[in-house]
């Protein structure tokens, strides 16, 4: 019965994914009115290959260290946001606000939009220009939600998949808890630095969107805080100088992919918002401080890893040997 349960939710789980992934491809060509894009679905194979896989050498079980079915899922996804964030930017003064020429914009959560009355005889190829912007570009919610399902479908899809072996109940929990701010922060760091960029600053979304697929390559590690090693106080023969990387291999490395992945270079895109192009409002002096505070908290937390290591092998050292 476990084995079969293992099997619904890896495969359920791959499933969504290519859903999603669907729905992003989907909106690109609608958006470029191009069916080219639609070549997109290729990058769908190897999760398909990685899923057949796992559920026929694995029985469906995650690894224990990195899940590729996420990172498969972020390559799959990650092109289709690129091409309409920065079809967003390139036709940020075309997209129509109110009502253009009978084309009305409203929020994604009404399900509809008032589009204009085409007679029957008329094909959609025959569009003008604004017409085509009005429809396919029309609201910006559209691209939002796209990014707030992959958020919480890694989330949910690295609660879903079938564990592998030596990660605990615990640990997991303790990861999703820390996923839910990261994904938090990746939201507002998209929404809010995208909405900063001016005009004339194609590059600036570039190196956005650079930082932000950065970000979202630390979801499919698991690194939980609480694996870490305890040291054995009985087995005093045990060598010290390992003693630190033995009992804290997994903290170092969560904070070292907290720092490295995303805070530091969050805080470096918005320093350089803040001093080179004077962009200054609360949201973005907000999260610097917050960026700013868990940088040090985490510089702090990995000295005090390391001198309590060294303190515990300096005592350890100054047992005398019976």
């Known amino acids: ?20 992934s669907l ?45 590729p079915a996420i990172f498969l899922f972020l390559i799959s996804v990650i092109p289709s946001i690129w091409i309409l964030e920065l079809d967003r930017q390139e036709h940020r003064d075309s997209i129509p606000q109110g009502n253009v020429n009978g084309f009305q914009c409203k929020k994604l959560g009404t399900w509809q939009y008032q589009l204009p009355k085409i007679p029957y005889n008329e094909t959609v ?34 609660w879903l998949l079938p564990k592998g072996g030596g990660v605990t109940r615990d640990e997991l929990s303790q990861l999703l808890i820390m996923f ?33 697929t950065w970000s979202m390559l630390q979801f499919p590690l698991h690194l939980a805080g609480g694996n870490s090693i305890q040291p054995d106080t009985d087995d005093k023969e045990a060598p010290s100088e390992v003693s630190l990387l033995a009992k804290h291999s997994t903290d170092i490395l969560s904070i ?19 001093i080179y192009f004077d962009v200054f409002h609360q949201m973005i002096l907000f999260f610097a401080i917050k ?10 937390r990995l000295v005090v890893i390391c001198l309590d290591s060294r303190s515990r092998a300096g005592r350890g050292s100054a047992v005398p040997s019976v």
């Open 1 to 20: 019965m476990l084995c079969i349960f293992k099997f619904i939710s890896a495969i359920t789980t791959r499933l969504l994914f290519i859903f999603v």
């Open 23 to 67: 729905l992003g491809i989907f909106r690109v060509t609608i958006v470029k009115w191009d069916d080219f894009y639609l070549l997109l679905t290729l990058l769908f194979l190897p999760l398909l290959v990685e899923m057949i896989i796992t559920l026929k050498c694995r029985k469906g079980q995650d690894y224990k260290w990195f899940s």
């Open 125 to 158: 190829g025959n569009l003008t220009s604004q017409q085509k912007v009005s429809i396919t570009r029309c609201p910006y919610d559209w691209i939002l939600a796209l990014h707030q399902s992959v958020l919480i479908l890694v989330i949910v899809g690295k």
């Open 180 to 212: 839910v701010g990261t994904a938090a922060d990746i939201l507002e760091f998209t929404s809010e630095t995208l909405s900063d960029v001016k005009d004339d600053s194609q590059q600036l979304v570039y190196i956005i969107l650079a930082v932000w």
């Open 256 to 274: 070292l992919v907290a720092l490295f992945i995303q805070d530091v270079p969050f805080l470096v895109v918005r320093l350089f918002f803040m």
């Open 291 to 300: 960026n700013s505070l868990v940088v040090t908290l985490n510089l702090y």
